[in-house]
C-alpha cells in the first residue's frame, strides 16, 4: 500500500468496450515486443506531438483504441473531453475503483466494461496490453531525475506512450488539468474543444483570488489534509504535492508546509500544529464522522481545533477524487475556497454550481441522489 502511494506522490497518482481479441496479438503479427515495430507502424499516415516531458511522440493519424495506465485521473478528463468511453480500451485498476463509487460511471457506463488486468500495482503486464491493441498509451512519467521505467517498457514493445504529467506545474492542480486537455486536444486533434473546457478552470481560479485581493485583511486559517488515514497510519501533504496548491488557492495556510510531498505524521504533531480545518481525501477510507465522534481507536482528536468546531470535511467524489487534478478541478477549488471561507462566499452554492457544470461539459442532469453521493462518498472508493 506505501509504495503505491510513494508512487502516487511522484507520478500520481495515478474505459472502455471489453477488448474483442479474436487471434492473439502475437499471431496476427501486429506487435512485437521489440523497438522495431510500433503500433503506429500499421497505419499510413502519421504526425508527431510533444508530450507533458518534451518527448516527441509518432502517432498514427487516427486513434481509436486507447489504453491508459498509471495516470489514474485522466480517464475522468479524456472522459469530459470526449464525451465518452468508447475508444478507450483499457485503464488502471485504481481508476476503475474510483469509477465504480464515481459519477463517472452514471456519465459514462461504458468505462465499467474497461479491462484493467494488464496493470497491478505499479507493475504492467505486456503480454496482456498486448491483447488490447492500443494506438497510443497514457502515462504518468516518473520525477525528473528517476529512470523512466514504464515508458522503457512500451517503447521496447513499440508502443507509443504520451507522458501527462502531474509535476511539470509544481503540482498546480488549475495549470495540470489545463494543460492535460490541451495535450488531449492534440493526440486527438481536436484543439478548439480543449480550449474552451481549460478556460473555465482558469476563470474559476481568477475568480476566487479576485475576491481574496479584495478582502487583504482576511484570516487565513490553519488547514491539515489527511491524504491517508487508515489502521492508525497518517499522511499527509507538505510542500511540493497538490495539498500545498489547494490550500494556499483557496485561502488557508499549509501546517505540513514544513514536509514535503506526502509525509507520515502521528497524532503529536497534530497536536502542535492544531489545525483550524482539516480535510480528508478519497484516497482515505477515513469519514468526517470518524474524527468529530472520536471513533478512531488510540487517536483522540477531541481537542483538536478542527474537531471542536466541526470543521472537519472529506473531499466530494465526482467523475473523479477531487484531490488529484480531474475533470471536476475547477469544482474542487470552488468548494475549497467556500468551507476555507464560507463568510467571503456567502452566495456560492456548491450544489448548483455542480448541476450546471455537469450538465454544461458533461450533458447530464444530475438527481439530488446524485448530488448526495458527490457530497458524500463512500469509504469504498478509497480502495487504491
Known sequence: MRANLKKTVSALFLLAFSAVFGPSAFEAGKYSIGPSESCAATREARREITDSVGRKVTLPDEINRVVISS?????SVYCLFEGSAKKLVGIHPASMSAAQNSMLARVTPDILKASTGFTKGNDINMEELLKLRPDVVFYAPASEGETDAEYEQFKAAGIP??????FTWNFDCVKTFENWVKLLGEVLQRQDEAAGIAAYGHEAYE????????NPGMKKPKVLILFEYKDGFIT???????????????GGINVASGLSGMPEINMEQVYQWDPDIIFITNFSPALPEDLLENKIEGHDWRGVSAVKNGKVYKFPLGMYRWFPPSSD??????????????D?????????????YYERFYKVKLTDDDLYKIFHPAREASQL
Request: proline share 8%; hydrophobic share 45%; no cysteine.
Open 71 to 75: 495516470i489514474w485521473p485522466l480517464p
Open 161 to 166: 506512450a504520451v507522458a501527462f504529467s502531474t
Open 207 to 214: 475568480n476566487i483570488q479576485k475576491t481574496f485581493a479584495a
Open 344 to 356: 467571503l462566499f456567502p452566495d456560492m452554492d456548491m450544489e448548483k454550481e455542480v448541476l450546471d
Open 236 to 250: 499527509t501533504s507538505g510542500s511540493n504535492f497538490f495539498g500545498q496548491y489547494w490550500i494556499e488557492s483557496s
Open 329 to 342: 478541478t475547477p469544482l474542487a477549488l470552488k468548494w475549497l475556497a467556500q468551507k476555507t471561507h464560507p
